[in-house]
């Protein structure tokens, strides 16, 4: 095969060349050649009639999402194993099955996907009109994003939490900025990645996994909070804003107060003023 990565469900094909036709036998079993890949051993590569002539045979491995191999794989034994099939040239002779392994060391396999070790939710506390609210993903191994994937949050109602920054590592960001109108509420985090057209992919292009260990449903978050709602005062009606009775006086240096009742507690900073028209 040729140097490079091997990544889950590729094919990892040997071809042996023979110096005369031959033929292969397959109704008791296929032959195949034995593998080391990583620390597992043996795997196989089998033969691939589909793909064979009388004077070329293929073998192939297909690569599984449990096997990776760094430094290059190797060949056990350097020969075919019949494995309960005969191989003949014309003339009923046993083909001779050892042979001079090639150098395998730039044959690397990476099958495994990468996988969410964890996540970070949001601090706890208020979040207003404007605030981040930043879930980090925690994968196995680096990984690149395309696109706009998502985590969906629910608070009153569903929010998504879209790919922010990270791209190329392993800690991921997705974020949701709260806006105007957002529901006075806790927050829930869903366990299960959205691609949304995207891709999450380690560097040797597996698709990554997307579902939190353990937490692939909704997990509820008491004391993280959305506030979206601006607190209002209606001036046209007697409960928000007491104003001074009618028929009366004032002389220079005494105070008109007007009273305003806010839908909700409110912070006041520096000197916030009505316009009257007197």
Known sequence: PADGTYKFNDNIDFKVFWSEPVDIDISSGSPRISLTIGATSPLYATYVEAESTPTLSVFRHTVTNTEVDAD???????????????????????????????????????????????????????????????????????????????????????????????????DITFRYTVTDGDNNCSIWISGTGVLNSGTIKDLATNDAYLTFPGAPGWTYYANIKVDGIRPTVT??????????????????????????????????TGQPRLVLNI
Do not use: M
């Open 72 to 170: 290059g794989i190797a060949i056990v034994g350097n020969s075919i194993g019949l494995n309960s099939s005969t191989i003949k040239d014309l003339a009923g002779n046993d083909a001779v099955l050892t042979f001079t392994s090639p150098v395998l060391t730039g044959v690397l396999v990476d099958g495994a996907s990468a996988t969410i070790l964890s996540w970070t939710p949001p601090a706890n506390g208020t979040y207003a009109i404007g605030d981040n609210i930043d879930v980090i993903v925690h994968w196995s191994e680096n990984v690149d994003i395309v696109g706009s994937p998502y985590f969906s949050l629910w608070c009153n109602g569903g929010r998504e939490a879209h790919y922010q920054d990270g791209s190329g590592t392993q």
């Open 235 to 268: 001036a046209s009606t007697s409960k928000n804003i007491t104003v001074p009775a009618n028929g009366n006086y004032f002389r220079p240096s005494q105070t008109i107060e007007y009273n305003l009742t806010f839908s909700e507690a409110v912070v006041v």
